[in-house]
């Protein structure tokens, strides 16, 4: 294992390959190809991240991939799903679960083991649908690929042992031409690389072939098209949304998450300095609260201006129990008007983090919340107070949290209020409701529309953080969409303006038959009565 937080594994689907592996298979390799047993293969991976869904998703998400001609799934491990606790390492666990999941889907039949392989393979990017935790195939990406995995299956055995050479055509056209000069077997493909001319090229006995810009066919035998890049021809469907009709509207229940602790405040620990928020919270929870409090000697008040430079990633803050402000970011300073009254001025920060950094050098390091600081006041007309070795005191977590909110079996359900009129737009609130799904396989989302920012349960299950009020930027889409060219992010951008998640996946394991319950805890202020049920069923395009 390597010292940083993932590595990769591979576990090959393919049941001869790990049969034979498991007994006196050899497995070798060599510049054009692994040799499993003598025989040159092609291996095609792909990755499934398997923390994004339920482990009783896992056996139909393997089935489609393989299904989809892949040989192996490559998978990060995510050692925060492993090792919950410092040194309480659960990967062996995780191992033998997924292996035996996989034996039990017959993908492995009787001696099955994991065997580790390289990357042989770039990325091709996502096989399964937008909301691909749900387990959608994403059409027709999903198909052409199928295609693409059984077109170069056909040249396996000259692909991976054969001679290459290219001819050039001029304006970017290419023949690459693998053969067995012994038996006289070829595989070719035909690239275009211009990004605006197609090619009509004649290979003269071999036939003629038309290659759109941007785009490789692949010819078997050298005379035969099976597949062009450029040339989407799978029929067929499209996911679409279809709302569950619940009989009734959705009533909701809401309780208010309690503050007044903290903002007087009352925390659990103190020390002189702003702590780092991972150290603080051990991952714990997404929240810390940062307090302290100033004494104002004179008899007036005073306009100041607060100002807090933050690690990120969500700031709110209170002075004197006033909420002056929110913002968020991964490095940001916050700045803004306060009134200093005389006496005792208490100052409440809570910071929020929605996941932490995982990839780049020592991203371990990297500071999240207030970090050191400065959290300074400015007085109007007075030298600026640095507040950053004041004392602080803290406390992890809600108090939600704390009494186990989310759980529709908290002992604590009875602070559920039902009101005629429900707070909307309204930061630190909890609301339930009880909702049925009709029986089947289809995946339900739940569309949480018009909720601000906050976390999502069903049956006390988290369905994950959520942020539609997040949007995406206005700017950059466009009608027409030119895949000719290298890829840019920026390219064939959809959805601007919209939110940037707004459908999140509710699995059917989370489900029973009879009422379910749906909890959230809404940060910044939302509104739930915009929030429904929806199956993902398939149509015809
Ligand atoms: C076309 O072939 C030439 C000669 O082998 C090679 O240098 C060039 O990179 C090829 N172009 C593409 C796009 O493969
Ligand atoms: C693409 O085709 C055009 C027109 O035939 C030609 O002028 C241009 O040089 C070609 N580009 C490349 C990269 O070959
Ligand atoms: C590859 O080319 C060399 C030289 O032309 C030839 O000796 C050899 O047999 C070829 N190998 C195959 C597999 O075609
Ligand atoms: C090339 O074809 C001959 C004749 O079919 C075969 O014996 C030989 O193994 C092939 N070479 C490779 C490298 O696959
Ligand atoms: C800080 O913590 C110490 C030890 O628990 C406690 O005695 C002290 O009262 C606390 N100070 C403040 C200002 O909360
Ligand atoms: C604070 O500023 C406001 C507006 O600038 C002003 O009306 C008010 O008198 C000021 N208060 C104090 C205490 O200086
Ligand atoms: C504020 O105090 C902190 C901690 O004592 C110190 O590191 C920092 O340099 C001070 N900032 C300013 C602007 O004086």
């Not at 039990?104 to 990017?125: K, R, W």
């Not at 290979?203 to 035969?224: E, M, R, T």
């Not at 009989?247 to 002189?272: C, P, V, Y």
């Not at 050098?361 to 006041?377: H, I, Q, S």
Request: aromatic share 10%; proline share 5%.
């Amino acid at each position: 294992m390597s010292s940083s937080y993932w590595t990769e594994i591979l576990l090959i689907l393919n049941l001869s390959f790990v049969c034979l592996l498991s007994s006196a298979t050899q497995v070798d390799y060599d510049a054009n190809a692994i040799i499993i047993n003598g025989e040159r293969r092609v291996i095609f991976s792909g990755a499934i991240h398997y923390p994004r869904s339920t482990s009783q998703m896992w056996p139909d998400l393997i089935r489609k991939a393989k299904d989809g001609g892949l040989d192996a799934i490559e998978t990060y491990i995510f050692w925060n799903a492993h090792e919950p606790q410092r040194h309480q390492n659960e990967m062996q666990i995780f191992i033998t679960k997924i292996v035996n999941m996989c034996k039990e889907a017959n993908l492995f039949a009787p001696q099955g083991g994991p065997i580790i392989l390289a990357q042989i393979e770039n990325e091709y990017g996502n096989i399964m649908g937008p909301y691909k935790e749900a387990g959608n195939l994403n059409q027709p990406k999903w198909g052409h690929l199928k295609q693409l995995h059984e077109a170069i299956k056909l040249g396996e055995k000259i692909l991976t042992s054969g001679n290459v050479t290219t001819k050039q055509f001029g304006n970017g056209v290419n023949l690459t031409t693998y053969s067995n000069t012994t038996s006289g077997e070829r595989f070719c493909f035909l690239s275009n690389t211009n990004t605006s001319q197609d090619a009509n090229v004649d290979l003269q006995q071999d036939g003629k072939y038309f290659v759109p810009a941007w785009s490789v066919s692949i010819l078997h035998g050298c005379n035969k098209e099976v597949y062009n890049t450029a040339k989407v021809n799978t029929e067929t469907t499209v996911m679409v949304k279809k709302p569950i009709e619940l009989g009734t509207k959705l009533s909701w229940m809401w309780a208010q998450e309690t503050i007044r602790d903290t903002l007087h405040g009352k925390g659990r620990f103190n020390a002189t300095k702003l702590i780092e928020q991972k150290e603080a919270t051990s991952d714990e929870s997404d929240y810390l609260w940062y307090m302290t409090s100033i004494e104002n000697m004179g008899k007036s008040s005073h306009n100041a201006t607060l100002y807090v430079k933050s690690s990120g990633q969500v700031l709110h803050a209170y002075v004197n129990s006033k909420h002056i402000g929110s913002q968020f970011g991964y490095d940001f300073e916050f700045k803004q008007p306060a009134i200093l009254r005389p006496g005792k001025n208490f100052l409440t920060l809570l910071s929020a983090t929605v996941g932490l950094q995982n990839y780049g050098e020592f991203f371990d390091l990297g500071p999240e919340g207030l970090a050191g600081g400065p959290v300074e006041l400015n007085v109007d007309g007075m030298a600026s107070l640095n507040l950053s070795s004041n004392i602080w005191n803290y406390k992890v977590g809600l108090n939600g949290e704390a009494k186990r909110l989310y759980d529709p079996n908290s002992p604590h359900a009875h602070i559920w209020k039902t009101s005629k009129k429900l707070p909307i737009g309204k930061p630190m609130k909890w609301y339930k409701t009880s909702f049925k799904i009709p029986p089947g396989t289809s995946p339900v989302v739940v569309d949480l529309q018009g909720m601000g920012k906050g976390h999502a349960w069903v049956n006390g299950n988290s369905l994950g953080r959520y942020w539609p009020s997040q949007i995406a930027d206005t700017n950059g889409c466009s009608d027409t969409c030119d895949y000719r060219g290298e890829y840019k992010p920026e390219k064939c951008v959809t959805n601007c303006g919209n939110p940037s998640q707004r459908w999140y996946h509710v699995p059917r394991s989370f489900l029973n038959d009879g009422t379910n319950t749906l909890i959230l805890f809404e940060e910044m202020g939302g509104n739930p009565s915009h929030v429904s049920f929806q199956t993902v069923v398939a149509a015809a395009v």
